[in-house]
């Protein structure tokens, strides 16, 4: 009904909206006033925790991409091996595991088949799991030997939006918590971060408010056939989570890829007026991404495709090769999906509503995937 929607035409469109509370609220009571991480629901010891030498994230769709920008965070603060497949693949190609294997399993209704059966395989070899998951004792957190739960609240809209902001929010808690217990040299810049999400919430909030244009430039490509989206680095991730969505709301032809693939074969795609997205990296930072990226996105315009350019506020490398920029708030490199992400999804549902799409049911598709 509408009152269950909050206002809104569709669950997707108030999910979307729910988004600043879900990180607010997924981060609640899990950082100290000293700026430490306190996950003492993640039941494993600390010396578990100090002994683990390699950490497996398995998922599938959305959940497998905030894992892989999982792994980005976890490698740079942990200085731990991660590998991250999605959970499909994994169960049935003899992974090597053991008691000092970490697996992190990623799902939002907790009963996603497939990741289930990763997990029981996992625990099987003697690995410890720990489940990120959104739904209270569902299946997935039940068997494992841990989780931490995110607060999104219960998300309806086939898409998911909501619940993948949270999942990348319990990540890099992981993330942080392990580089916390296990100390590495980038104490400092772990105590920075902690402190930095504490104001992505508002940051989050901000993006939604200047989502209008964005709203104006997908409806004038409801004509389209094909849209890319191009990222480097965690915005790699970002890319395949944007075509995702608009695969499965728009039933476009979507594909993600990574920038400095281009030139190893999708530029060949790029024909005239071909929508591109690309998502920018902070020119702080990992200046040499920037730059990078800024090369690719004149490549591709250069061959005739209109540039649709996600860069970070005060960012005007990218202005003179953006046929339409969004801008998205300043955060530290690692966390820039927080907000990239945002974009995409809205862009995605407002094509699927131009399109007359059935914005919360797409074809085919289940909520959660009962059977493998
Ligand atoms: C996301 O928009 C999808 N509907 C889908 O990829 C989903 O993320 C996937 O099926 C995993 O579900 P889970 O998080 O409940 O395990």
Not at 18 to 45: H, Y
Not at 102 to 111: D, F, K, P, T
Not at 125 to 152: F, M, W
Not at 291 to 315: F, L, M
């Amino acid at each position: 009904s509408a009152a269950e929607k909050g206002g809104y035409d569709y669950f997707m469109l108030k999910e979307i909206a729910e988004q600043p509370k879900a990180v607010a609220d997924t981060l609640l009571g899990r950082i100290d006033g000293a700026g430490s991480l306190t996950l003492d629901e993640v039941r494993i010891p600390a010396n578990v925790l100090r002994e683990v030498d390699k950490v497996v994230i398995v998922a599938c769709g959305t959940a497998f991409h905030a894992g892989l920008i999982a792994k980005y965070a976890i490698e740079h603060w942990t200085r731990v091996p991660c590998e991250v497949e999605l959970a499909s693949e994994f169960r049935y190609r003899d992974p090597i595991l053991d008691q000092q294997t970490l697996v992190v399993a990623i799902s939002q209704s907790g009963e996603t088949m497939d990741t289930l059966m990763a997990l029981r395989h996992a625990r099987e070899q003697g690995a410890k799991v720990l489940a990120i998951c959104n739904t209270n004792g569902s299946t997935i957190p039940r068997e494992s030997d841990a989780v931490l739960y995110t607060h999104a609240g219960p998300e309806v809209a086939v898409a998911s939006t909501k619940a993948f902001l949270t999942q990348l929010v319990a990540c890099y808690l992981v993330a942080l918590y392990l580089g916390q217990v296990r100390g590495t040299k980038y104490a400092d810049e772990i105590r920075a971060v902690v402190r930095d999400l504490g104001s992505i919430s508002g940051a989050v909030e901000r993006v939604l408010e200047t989502m209008e244009p964005v709203r104006e430039l997908a409806r004038s490509l409801v004509e389209k056939n094909t849209v890319l989206f191009l990222g480097r680095h965690v915005g790699y991730p970002v890319a395949l989570e944007g075509a995702l969505k608009l695969k499965e709301l728009a039933y476009m032809h979507a594909e993600g890829f990574a920038a400095g693939e281009l030139k190893h074969g999708p530029i060949a795609l790029i024909e005239d007026d071909l929508p591109v997205v690309v998502v920018v990296p902070s020119p702080r930072g990992r200046s040499v991404l920037h730059d990078k990226i800024v090369s690719n996105i004149q490549e591709i315009r250069a061959r005739g495709a209109r540039t649709i350019v996600v860069a970070e506020e005060g960012d005007d490398a990218v202005v003179p090769y953006a046929d339409h920029l969004i801008r998205v708030p300043v955060t530290p490199t690692l966390l820039q999906p927080l907000v990239a992400t945002v974009p995409l999804q809205v862009f995605a549902c407002e094509l699927a509503t131009a399109r007359g799409n059935e914005v919360d049911q797409p074809r085919n598709l289940a909520k959660s995937v009962t059977v493998e």
